[in-house]
C-alpha cells in the first residue's frame, strides 16, 4: 500500500522580483570620515566592517560607489536612511549625512 504525499504549494515570488533593479549610490565628500562611513554602512545597509571600509576607500577614491542594488522602492528608502543618518561627531565642521542618489542599475 502507498501513501500519498501532499503536494507542496508554490514558494510565493517575492514582491520585487521582475521589478527593474536600481542602485543605491554613495557620493564622496570631505566632512565624513571612513569610521563613520563604516558605521552608516553597516546599520542602514548590514554590510559588515571589512565590507564597509572597502566601500568608504571606494567612494573617497572614485568619488561614488554602489552600496546596493534592489528594487526601486527599498532603495529610495535606503537613500533616505543615509540622508537621515546624521553629522559625523569626529569631525567638527560636518554639518549633517552624506549624500546618496537612487540610479536606474545598468
Known sequence: MTTATPKQKPKSRKKS???PPYNVILLDDNDHSYDYVIAMLKKVFGHPPEK???LAKEVDSQGRVIVMTTNLEVAEMKRD???????????????????ATVEPSR
Not at 543618518?85 to 567638527?92: A, N
Open 52 to 54: 564597509g571600509f572597502e
Open 17 to 19: 522580483e521582475g521589478m
Open 81 to 99: 536612511e543615509v540622508h537621515a543618518f546624521g553629522p559625523d561627531p569626529l569631525i567638527p565642521r560636518c554639518k549633517g549625512s552624506m549624500s
